[in-house]
């Protein structure tokens, strides 16, 4: 049985972990889920270091929506700072969800973006737990979270060694 | 009983440790309280260490004001990371409250932003070690420290995931 | 016996990981390739600590394509420095290949530096395990990967340091 | 029997280490100072660690002088992290008194500025190790070094947690 | 004995280590020297730690040219931050010599700026070595490497720490 943490913020104005627990429900059965909630996305890191070691979480999503003033900037790149600091001190993986609030227009398009990335990050933290193999026939496919994919390069670049 | 330590600065232009020990100890006991004022902000990552270390602190409240300069905003970077440092050395919490000095246009707007946040964030800090399932109750719901709450997003995005 | 890591993404828009497995296929034996794929470069830096700890790889190649918006330049700053504590814990060197989307006018010209930078990289890696003086011989040369050499600087400079 | 650490450096154009053993030396006794001269302010972080680790000061003041171009800024940056690395690691504090070339308009102004904001930093460093209490009495207090304090903020904000 | 550590880059576009080991040479004995190329700066920290690990170096010497471009800026900030990494890990200097590309404006002022800045840090690697108290006897007196120093700073500011 794996242990998927769930960290999110009450700053965030959607509930995407909601999205993310409702996506890993559906995606399959072998895990339990802990849920973490702190007020920013400072908070983030010591919440995933907390549920690896206080609840043996295997790999945890952390999910946040920074503002769009530079402060906010900041505080995004700080938390992702420390987010990369727990993985590497626990070898394991955080999957990071940011959705920024400048990402999109109207708050519709804006809610609809952070369900639509925490749902396909969920499915992202699944596969790395679960199907590994999955990701690595995906390599280099341009796929994007929450977006359209970008898709494969086009052209005539006749590589070798790529597989176009 | 729980630990709670105050770091603050004598660079700031407002006291707002009064301010989070005052709204602290109308929420509740079964705490005490730790003080530790430094220079500046640069100054408190150390501060929130030995709070943690020498009076067993089991979350710290880290209070600044930056100045407006680019090397104030600097300093704010680098006293963020030095937090976050701690938080994870430690696997405790650092309620970092920070008002920059260009968040308010007068003097008398930014001490009521300063009193305010500083009293917000002493209530989250107060729910990160007694009361966690508030935090999770009000998650994704745009809550704001010193400015009103944002909300969450309005709109017809119909998740079956969000809570909207 | 060596064993060489290859960490990439689904982001990058190609498969460099094919680039540089095929070519050090080519430069030689005497390793053996891991590959670990991750959704994008901020999940690099702790696939590559795996790679080193679970397949003992002796060095890593890790390949990514940082998309060209602000928030794509910051996750590439946040990989590349957890990129490098996992060097400096490790003691190995992991070659950092990334290529950012917007150095490249049109997709086939995009796809033909991804290619050849992946490729150049790899000989690079294969190079610090095996013939290391074979950088030594380089030094101050001026090389590139993916681009044509800068080359040594011209000029009647007349150091009796420099090799000119 | 306290140890006081100085690091400072050559790249300075004024002596700062002479100001605040100067200023350190009227405040009192019950301490011995160490020196530790470095070409520049990336220098300044290890030579700290020395000054911890082969002297067992105290408390070091890092003294340095980042030049006008965006290059020096970087440097500052990255010597401040590296300061902030030493104090935390050795959970002792080290007073930064950086002055940027271009903080002042002509070098007169400029040494005057060096020399003023040395020695009230000395101060800070003296009251940290023998008089903490008198920080915190000035919290809040929007006091500066080098230049005229800010004071504390003027207004009818009227906090009951605040001391105005 | 002591040992010297230099590394250096194929990046760079003249050969910085060949000027820095002719320096050296030229200012006494009492030292051996071990050398590590790597490809770019952002190699050049596990470089380092390497000759501390594996040659035993008590210094060493890390020599750069990062390119123009912004996103050579930004390797140029993770390469600094590495090798501060290292040097706090092992209480030891690295002198870090930089030349960036866009500092002259023709190859062969370029050349000759690397040339002598790598001289003239190697000076100030063999004084720190050998010759702590020539550093302190130079200390604020606007030394410069590659350029004409700056010198101490002129005026009548009178003060009583200074030496001026």
Do not use: W
Request: net charge negative; aromatic share 6%.
């Amino acid at each position: 049985m794996k242990a998927i943490g769930i960290a999110d913020t009450t700053f965030a104005r959607y509930d995407m972990a909601a999205s993310a627990i409702d996506e890993l429900s559906s995606l399959g059965t072998g895990f339990v889920i802990s849920r973490y909630t702190v007020p920013g996305i400072k908070d983030l890191p010591v919440a995933c270091k907390i549920l690896f070691e206080r609840d043996h979480c295997d790999l945890v999503i952390a999910l946040g929506m920074p503002g769009p003033k530079p402060v906010d900037k900041t505080s995004a790149h700080i938390a992702s700072s420390g987010l990369m600091q727990v993985q590497l001190e626990k070898s394991r993986h955080i999957i990071e969800v940011f959705v920024h609030e400048d990402e999109a227009q109207d708050e519709d398009t804006l809610a609809r973006l952070m369900d639509r990335r925490a749902r396909e990050h969920a499915r992202n933290a699944f596969n790395l737990l679960f199907y590994q193999q999955r990701l690595t026939r995906d390599a280099g496919q341009g796929l994007r979270q929450g977006f359209p994919d970008a898709g494969p390069l086009q052209g005539d670049h006749g590589s070798t060694g790529g597989r176009h």
